[in-house]
């Protein structure tokens, strides 16, 4: 995949368990091989991180990535969803490193507590899913909350 290939970030609402991400994995490398723009197939990749994560990702410098290619690779990921019982499409979850460096997935209210408490600050490493290139994967997808677009989301008491 180039570094201009076009990604779209789905976060799990929980962490996966390890035979969900065996299972899920199938199915997506199965749709990966179908995924396609008005009857061309699409030079794709499918990944799961972190047992949180799925990234979808298109190089459309080879096939342009249409609205309908999107809305098929969407509708997959909420049956998947359905199938496993889990949202990829909630918005009110944040995904950051947490204390023991371990990858942690909660609500906004919890991650405001976390902050409360000084569990969370400035310097944690927060998930932003907002990326839309292969490029920003790699270089802005963990950010410090502090520089991150989530921290306007937040009550920070100094």
């Known amino acids: 995949m180039t570094p201009t290939s076009k990604v779209w970030v789905y976060q799990s609402n929980r962490k996966l368990t390890p035979t969900e991400v065996e299972k899920i994995k199938a199915q997506t490398d199965e749709f990966e091989k179908e995924w396609d723009s008005h009857g061309k197939i699409l030079t794709a990749n499918i990944s799961i991180f972190h047992h949180l994560f799925i990234v979808t990702m298109a190089d459309d410098d080879i096939t342009h990535v249409g609205g309908c ?9 909420k049956k998947l969803g359905k199938s496993f019982n889990i949202d990829f499409f909630d918005r009110r979850t944040i995904a950051f490193i947490n204390q023991n460096n371990e990858v942690e997935v909660c609500s906004f209210d919890d991650f405001q507590t976390l902050l409360d408490q000084g569990k969370v600050n400035d310097e944690t490493i927060v998930f932003n899913n ?8 790699e270089n802005n997808w963990k ?14 008491t100094a």
Request: hydrophobic content about 40%; glycine content about 4%.
């Open 69 to 77: 290619s999107i809305d098929k690779s969407e509708s997959f990921l």
């Open 130 to 137: 907002m990326v839309r290139t292969k490029n920003e994967l």
């Open 143 to 156: 950010v410090a909350f502090g520089k991150s677009w989530h921290k306007r989301m937040f009550s920070v």
